[in-house]
């Protein structure tokens, strides 16, 4: 069993930046590998980046490629997402979950999710 908690969005300009936490606790949360998903009103939520539980590798979607970095310490059972250059089109809440398969983006691959936060980008 697995409990994720997100911290982290807020509002901000069109090309600034956040940062979203998410604390992955469990016994086995080193095994997992970690996805951020997003869910804008009226869309699917949709895959956004991952990271393996294994070598870390990274996962990126073409929307947010170059401008999303995920990073996870897995000492203090942390993923982030730093999130830059931010445009409207990023305003969604995000999610951060967690899958025993890496590198997916199919939500139905992830069993744990965390509470979801709200990102909002405006001028």
């Known amino acids: 069993q697995l409990q994720l908690v997100q911290s982290g969005g807020g509002l901000v300009q069109p090309g600034g930046s956040l940062r979203l936490s998410c604390r992955v606790s469990g016994f086995t949360s080193d095994y997992y590998g970690i996805g951020w998903f997003r869910q804008a009103p009226g869309k699917e939520r949709e895959g956004v980046s991952a990271i393996s539980s294994g070598d870390g590798s990274t996962y990126y979607a073409d929307s947010v490629k170059g401008r999303f970095t995920i990073s996870r310490d897995n000492a203090k059972k942390m993923v982030y997402l730093q999130m830059s250059s931010l445009k409207p089109e990023d305003t969604a809440v995000y999610y951060c979950?967690?899958?025993?398969?890496?590198?997916?983006?199919?939500?139905?691959?992830?069993?744990?999710w965390g509470q979801g936060t709200q990102v909002t980008v405006f001028s």
């Open positions: 979950a967690a899958s025993i398969i890496d590198g997916t983006y199919s939500p139905n691959d992830y069993r744990y």
